[in-house]
Protein backbone atom coordinates (compact mmCIF):
# COMPACT_ATOMS: atom_id res chain seq x y z
CA UNK A 1 0.00 0.00 0.00
CA UNK A 2 0.92 3.57 -0.96
CA UNK A 3 2.01 6.11 2.04
CA UNK A 4 -0.49 9.00 2.33
CA UNK A 5 1.37 11.59 0.62
CA UNK A 6 2.86 9.58 -1.74
CA UNK A 7 -0.86 8.03 -2.45
CA UNK A 8 -1.51 11.27 -3.86
CA UNK A 9 0.43 11.34 -6.74
CA UNK A 10 0.51 7.53 -7.57
CA UNK A 11 -2.99 5.92 -8.47
CA UNK A 12 -2.42 1.70 -9.36
CA UNK A 13 1.68 2.34 -9.00
CA UNK A 14 1.71 4.60 -11.70
CA UNK A 15 3.45 8.77 -10.89
CA UNK A 16 0.51 10.68 -12.06
CA UNK A 17 1.95 14.31 -13.08
CA UNK A 18 -1.49 15.67 -13.64
CA UNK A 19 -1.98 15.48 -10.03
CA UNK A 20 1.06 16.28 -8.96
CA UNK A 21 0.57 19.61 -10.35
CA UNK A 22 -2.84 19.83 -8.82
CA UNK A 23 -1.22 19.56 -5.49
CA UNK A 24 1.19 21.99 -6.36
CA UNK A 25 -1.41 24.43 -7.27
CA UNK A 26 -2.79 23.60 -3.39
CA UNK A 27 1.09 24.19 -2.06
CA UNK A 28 1.66 27.61 -3.76
CA UNK A 29 -0.88 28.89 -1.48
CA UNK A 30 1.37 29.72 1.57
CA UNK A 31 3.92 31.07 -0.11
CA UNK A 32 1.85 33.49 -2.33
CA UNK A 33 0.62 34.62 1.61
CA UNK A 34 3.31 35.08 2.58
CA UNK A 35 5.05 37.24 -0.16
CA UNK A 36 1.72 39.33 0.40
CA UNK A 37 2.25 39.51 4.21
CA UNK A 38 5.94 40.78 3.86
CA UNK A 39 5.02 43.75 1.10
CA UNK A 40 5.34 41.44 -1.74
CA UNK A 41 2.56 42.14 -3.64
CA UNK A 42 4.27 41.54 -7.44
CA UNK A 43 6.24 38.73 -6.32
CA UNK A 44 3.12 37.35 -5.17
CA UNK A 45 0.55 37.99 -8.17
CA UNK A 46 3.67 36.42 -10.27
CA UNK A 47 3.46 33.30 -7.90
CA UNK A 48 -0.36 33.63 -7.92
CA UNK A 49 -0.58 33.39 -11.70
CA UNK A 50 1.60 30.37 -11.91
CA UNK A 51 -0.40 28.49 -9.66
CA UNK A 52 -3.34 29.47 -11.75
CA UNK A 53 -1.64 28.28 -14.84
CA UNK A 54 -1.54 24.60 -13.27
CA UNK A 55 -5.27 24.28 -13.55
CA UNK A 56 -5.24 24.46 -17.40
CA UNK A 57 -1.71 22.34 -17.07
CA UNK A 58 -3.05 19.34 -14.91
CA UNK A 59 -5.79 18.31 -17.26
CA UNK A 60 -3.82 18.74 -20.22
CA UNK A 61 -1.37 16.36 -18.63
CA UNK A 62 -4.00 13.99 -17.62
CA UNK A 63 -5.23 13.51 -21.11
CA UNK A 64 -1.78 13.82 -23.05
CA UNK A 65 -0.86 10.97 -20.69
CA UNK A 66 -4.35 9.33 -20.52
CA UNK A 67 -4.07 9.24 -17.22
CA UNK A 68 -7.89 11.02 -16.51
CA UNK A 69 -9.79 9.21 -13.20
CA UNK A 70 -11.95 10.23 -10.88
CA UNK A 71 -9.55 10.23 -8.31
CA UNK A 72 -7.66 13.08 -9.99
CA UNK A 73 -11.08 14.97 -10.67
CA UNK A 74 -11.94 15.21 -7.38
CA UNK A 75 -8.36 16.27 -6.26
CA UNK A 76 -8.74 18.62 -8.78
CA UNK A 77 -11.71 19.86 -7.72
CA UNK A 78 -10.71 20.09 -3.71
CA UNK A 79 -7.97 21.72 -4.22
CA UNK A 80 -9.96 24.10 -6.80
CA UNK A 81 -12.30 25.01 -4.17
CA UNK A 82 -8.98 25.26 -1.71
CA UNK A 83 -7.34 28.18 -3.94
CA UNK A 84 -10.89 29.33 -4.60
CA UNK A 85 -11.24 30.56 -0.63
CA UNK A 86 -7.49 31.54 -0.67
CA UNK A 87 -8.32 34.51 -3.41
CA UNK A 88 -10.87 36.21 -0.76
CA UNK A 89 -7.50 36.11 1.59
CA UNK A 90 -4.87 37.40 -1.05
CA UNK A 91 -7.45 40.05 -2.46
CA UNK A 92 -7.80 41.36 1.39
CA UNK A 93 -4.07 41.26 1.65
CA UNK A 94 -3.79 43.15 -2.34
CA UNK A 95 -6.34 45.61 -1.36
CA UNK A 96 -7.21 46.56 1.83
CA UNK A 97 -11.12 47.41 2.23
CA UNK A 98 -11.74 46.05 -1.12
CA UNK A 99 -13.78 43.40 0.36
CA UNK A 100 -15.28 45.02 3.38
CA UNK A 101 -16.63 47.78 0.19
CA UNK A 102 -17.93 45.32 -1.91
CA UNK A 103 -18.89 42.68 0.61
CA UNK A 104 -22.19 41.90 -0.67
CA UNK A 105 -20.15 40.86 -4.04
CA UNK A 106 -17.59 38.86 -2.23
CA UNK A 107 -20.35 36.77 -0.47
CA UNK A 108 -21.82 35.61 -3.55
CA UNK A 109 -18.81 34.89 -4.74
CA UNK A 110 -17.13 33.06 -2.18
CA UNK A 111 -19.88 32.30 0.08
CA UNK A 112 -22.25 31.32 -2.68
CA UNK A 113 -20.15 27.99 -4.17
CA UNK A 114 -20.36 26.87 -0.23
CA UNK A 115 -24.09 27.35 -0.35
CA UNK A 116 -24.38 25.91 -3.41
CA UNK A 117 -22.41 22.46 -2.05
CA UNK A 118 -24.52 22.54 1.08
CA UNK A 119 -27.60 22.74 -0.83
CA UNK A 120 -26.69 20.12 -3.28
CA UNK A 121 -25.47 17.70 -0.62
CA UNK A 122 -29.14 18.42 1.00
CA UNK A 123 -30.99 17.80 -1.96
CA UNK A 124 -28.59 14.80 -3.60
CA UNK A 125 -26.43 13.59 -0.37
CA UNK A 126 -23.36 14.20 -3.47
CA UNK A 127 -21.64 17.23 -3.64
CA UNK A 128 -22.59 17.99 -7.36
CA UNK A 129 -19.97 19.58 -9.14
CA UNK A 130 -21.34 20.05 -12.34
CA UNK A 131 -19.14 21.21 -15.36
CA UNK A 132 -21.48 23.26 -17.07
CA UNK A 133 -20.45 26.22 -19.13
CA UNK A 134 -21.24 29.39 -16.56
CA UNK A 135 -19.41 27.30 -14.38
CA UNK A 136 -15.92 27.36 -16.50
CA UNK A 137 -16.76 31.27 -17.23
CA UNK A 138 -17.22 31.33 -13.53
CA UNK A 139 -13.89 29.95 -12.86
CA UNK A 140 -12.09 31.40 -15.61
CA UNK A 141 -13.23 35.09 -14.05
CA UNK A 142 -12.04 33.99 -10.17
CA UNK A 143 -9.18 32.59 -10.94
CA UNK A 144 -8.29 35.63 -13.80
CA UNK A 145 -9.72 38.16 -10.66
CA UNK A 146 -6.56 39.18 -9.11
CA UNK A 147 -4.78 40.04 -12.25
CA UNK A 148 -7.66 41.59 -13.91
CA UNK A 149 -7.71 44.14 -11.46
CA UNK A 150 -3.89 44.32 -10.80
CA UNK A 151 -3.46 45.08 -14.75
CA UNK A 152 -6.59 47.53 -15.48
CA UNK A 153 -7.27 49.07 -11.48
CA UNK A 154 -10.87 48.38 -12.11
CA UNK A 155 -12.32 47.09 -8.89
CA UNK A 156 -15.65 45.81 -10.86
CA UNK A 157 -14.42 42.81 -12.04
CA UNK A 158 -15.29 41.11 -8.39
CA UNK A 159 -18.96 42.42 -9.07
CA UNK A 160 -18.55 40.53 -12.96
CA UNK A 161 -17.23 37.47 -11.06
CA UNK A 162 -19.95 37.16 -8.66
CA UNK A 163 -22.87 37.80 -10.92
CA UNK A 164 -21.40 34.74 -13.36
CA UNK A 165 -20.67 32.57 -10.08
CA UNK A 166 -24.23 33.49 -8.70
CA UNK A 167 -26.26 32.85 -12.09
CA UNK A 168 -23.68 29.18 -12.36
CA UNK A 169 -24.78 28.25 -9.17
CA UNK A 170 -28.53 29.30 -9.92
CA UNK A 171 -28.51 27.10 -13.17
CA UNK A 172 -27.11 24.04 -11.46
CA UNK A 173 -29.61 24.05 -8.70
CA UNK A 174 -32.30 23.85 -11.80
CA UNK A 175 -30.53 21.64 -13.00
CA UNK A 176 -30.32 19.29 -9.64
CA UNK A 177 -33.87 20.27 -9.05
CA UNK A 178 -35.45 19.04 -12.94
CA UNK A 179 -33.63 15.50 -11.63
CA UNK A 180 -30.03 16.00 -13.55
CA UNK A 181 -26.92 14.11 -12.03
CA UNK A 182 -25.01 14.09 -14.99
CA UNK A 183 -22.12 16.57 -14.21
CA UNK A 184 -20.74 16.63 -17.60
CA UNK A 185 -24.19 18.56 -18.39
CA UNK A 186 -23.17 21.61 -20.55
CA UNK A 187 -25.66 23.84 -19.27
CA UNK A 188 -28.77 23.59 -16.95
CA UNK A 189 -31.46 23.16 -19.52
CA UNK A 190 -29.84 20.02 -20.78
CA UNK A 191 -32.66 17.00 -21.26
CA UNK A 192 -32.91 15.08 -18.50
CA UNK A 193 -32.61 11.02 -18.33
CA UNK A 194 -35.75 9.71 -16.56
CA UNK A 195 -34.72 7.14 -14.01
CA UNK A 196 -35.14 3.60 -14.67
CA UNK A 197 -37.97 2.37 -13.42
Known amino acids: ?42 AALGLYILAALTDLADGWLARRFKQSSEFGAQLDAVVDNLFSLAILGFLALAYPGLIARQWAAAAVLFGGPI ?3 GLSWLLTRRLMMFHVWSAKVGAFLLFC ?9 WQGWLWLSAAVVGLSRLEQLVLIARGGRDLNA ?9 PPS
Open 1 to 42: MTPFPLSLVVERGEFKPANAVTLSRGLLIVPIFGLLWWGQAT
Open 145 to 153: LWPAIAVTG
Open 186 to 194: GHGLVRVAE
Open 115 to 117: LYL
